[in-house]
């Protein structure tokens, strides 16, 4: 009688698959069929995203899913298991929601621009991951929403980016309805950049990536923490931060061969200073 082959646990390699190739990290959750946002799956999104910060070969980063759906969202089994703890689940809630918490704000503090090529369903934690990124390309069969309204569970922390991505009365629409939103929806509604078919959502998210890769990391780092920098700030204070900003970036060594580069109608030859 043979014996019996233990299954091995997924790990942080499996869950989040990374693929670096000309600069560009792609990041598949990998975690079928609804690649669910469970804390293994966080901590290992979470672990890639900054390792990427600290990365210099990594210029980009794409975060991509495999299967028909880009995430589902929170893993509602894993939440519901902990019920039955003393504290009735709240320190592991709370351990979920902070973590998610990290995710989003390490993205956006990330020194690199995110994209998110999606395929399929993003729904509550899986909409505000797609919210949260720098862009969105999307297939035209991809769907969005903020469901949680419809089993008692108000989508709070998902409402963050996408109140921040989609204007005000949009946000409400998505979070007081549940109901989601086809792609031209969601383009129009300000969660994604561009919506293509499906056999060309690949091409396309390539090229931005590797569009993007292709301009020095340092002005891509300036311009990204200037931009949400500035976003919240009143309007004269946002002008003085963002004058300073490009006086600093004036000075810089990539700044100074750009321009001359230009002038000179060659291709600049970036050292990332």
Not at 5 to 27: M, N, S, W, Y
Not at 113 to 138: H, K, Y
Not at 228 to 238: G, V
Request: aromatic content about 6%; some cysteine.
């Amino acid at each position: 009688m043979s014996e019996a082959v233990a299954t091995p646990k997924p790990t942080d390699e499996t869950l989040a698959i990374r693929q670096l190739a000309d600069g560009v990290l792609r990041l598949t959750l990998n975690n079928p069929p609804a690649n669910a946002l469970s804390i293994a799956v966080m901590e290992a999104l979470l672990s890639a995203i900054r390792s990427a910060g600290e990365d210099q070969a990594v210029r980009v980063v794409v975060i991509a899913a495999s299967g028909d759906v880009f995430s589902a969202g929170h893993d509602l089994k894993e939440l519901t298991a902990h019920r039955d703890d003393k504290d009735r689940g709240r320190a592991f809630y709370e351990k979920t929601m902070r973590l998610c918490s990290e995710i989003m704000i390490s993205i956006t503090t990330l020194p690199k621009p995110v994209i998110a090529e999606v395929d399929g369903l993003a729904t509550a934690a899986g909409c505000q991951l797609v919210a949260t990124c720098d862009l969105a390309i999307c297939t035209d069969t991809s769907r969005f929403c903020t469901p949680g309204v419809n089993i008692g569970l108000f989508c709070s922390t998902p409402m963050v980016a996408v109140s921040r991505a989609a204007h005000r009365k949009q946000a409400m629409e998505m979070l007081l309805t549940g109901e989601a939103v086809d792609a031209s929806t969601a383009k129009e509604f300000g969660l994604v950049n561009r919506i293509v078919p499906k056999e060309y959502l690949r091409t396309v998210s390539d090229k931005y990536a590797s569009s993007i890769a292709s301009k020095s990391s340092l002005t891509l780092k300036i311009g990204k923490e200037a931009f949400y920098q500035q976003i919240e700030r009143p309007l004269a204070e946002a002008y003085d931060y963002s004058a300073w900003v490009m006086t600093e970036n004036m000075l810089a060594r990539d700044a100074e061969e750009g321009i001359n580069a230009f002038l000179e109608k060659r291709e600049p030859k970036w050292t990332d200073r």
